[in-house]
């Protein structure tokens, strides 16, 4: 077809794990009391990160009671292990599996490092990591940077490895321990781990080498797996209606199969332009609820729309992707 694919040429191809609560309004199979004090599901998930060339696209889902603990090792290997299986064979060495404190456990860590894929995830401050702090010198910290690679006010790194004490065990090796400071924003609900006014947070990564701002910077990108789900729910994950557990592990399945026919429409027809990066809500109001008719003429294929439709040249420019989808 002659389209880009979104997975780089080189550089790392990123996986983010994530899980979200979907809540249930009667009883049904598995659902529970949830951790948020809710009562339903808690499915765990994975996308693969297209970065700042586009959005994302599910790679594996699983779906969970509500009182399924997050940083459940089993059940994070088991999608991590499902969403690289979905990746093509010659880009998974470069994998880069991203999560918060629920993929920051042991098991999966291990795993990882077996598989020899790299990681960048959310530790807990356990009193190891909190006495690394302390011994921190204050020289040591450098200024963070924002998303365009500039210095950020208020918030500063620093690589924590070399002052871990020797209680921090468990742990595979060449796993690097990094933290950031920032303060808080004013009327930020204040932590009990804030410390000293710095608000604290720390992450582990096996990636050698790098700036520890990029390194930072790279992991704090893994919010835009936050957009990814409520994606999801724009797809029909706001809600299981089915009875059956097993009926709701195929809708799951189907949700994501919605959203990843809307993440490829884009990518093949709307390369180039700002509906590239839209989410489902104004996918269906700009393009999806729009009348056309699919013309073919001269050997090519070309969607008709309304006159004075504002992106009407814009998906008319994706003929060639029509063409072949048609």
Request: contains cysteine.
């Amino acid at each position: 077809m002659g389209h880009r694919s979104p997975v780089a040429e080189d550089g790392p191809v990123i996986v983010d794990v994530d899980a979200t609560i979907v809540p249930a309004h009667s009883d049904k199979e598995g659902a529970t009391p949830t951790f948020k004090r809710t009562f339903g599901f808690h499915p765990l998930l994975a996308f693969v990160d297209h970065g700042v060339d586009g959005t994302g696209e599910p790679l594996a889902g699983l779906l969970r009671e509500g009182r399924a603990n997050a940083n459940d090792a089993a059940d994070q290997v088991t999608v991590v292990d499902a969403a690289i299986a979905q990746l093509p064979e010659q880009v998974r060495d470069r994998v880069l599996v991203r999560g918060d404190t629920g993929s920051g456990v042991q098991g999966l860590l291990h795993h990882l490092t077996n598989l020899g894929v790299q990681y960048s995830v959310r530790v807990y401050g356990r009193q190891p990591v909190l006495d690394a702090l302390a011994a921190v010198p204050r020289c040591a910290w450098r200024a963070a940077i924002d998303v365009d690679g500039d210095p950020r006010e208020g918030a500063q790194v620093v690589e924590l490895t070399r002052h871990l004490p020797d209680t921090f065990v468990g742990w595979p090796a060449g796993m690097r321990v990094m933290a950031r400071r920032e303060r808080p924003h004013p009327g930020a609900q204040l932590r009990i781990t804030d410390d000293d006014g710095w608000r604290i947070t720390c992450f582990a990564t096996n990636t050698r080498g790098g700036q520890i701002a990029d390194l930072e910077r790279r992991h704090r990108q893994r919010a835009r797996a936050e957009d990814r789900i409520r994606g999801l729910k724009d797809c029909g994950l706001r809600n299981l209606p089915l009875h059956e557990f097993t009926k709701n592990v195929i809708w799951l399945e189907l949700v994501q199969l919605a959203a990843e026919l809307l993440v490829w429409t884009q990518t093949l027809a709307f390369t180039g332009s700002i509906a590239r990066f839209w989410e489902p809500k104004r996918l269906r109001l700009r393009i999806l609820h729009v009348a056309g008719r699919l013309i073919l003429t001269a050997r090519r294929c070309w969607l008709r729309l309304p006159r004075g439709w504002p992106w009407r040249d814009l998906v008319v420019s994706g003929h060639n992707a029509l063409h072949a989808l048609s």
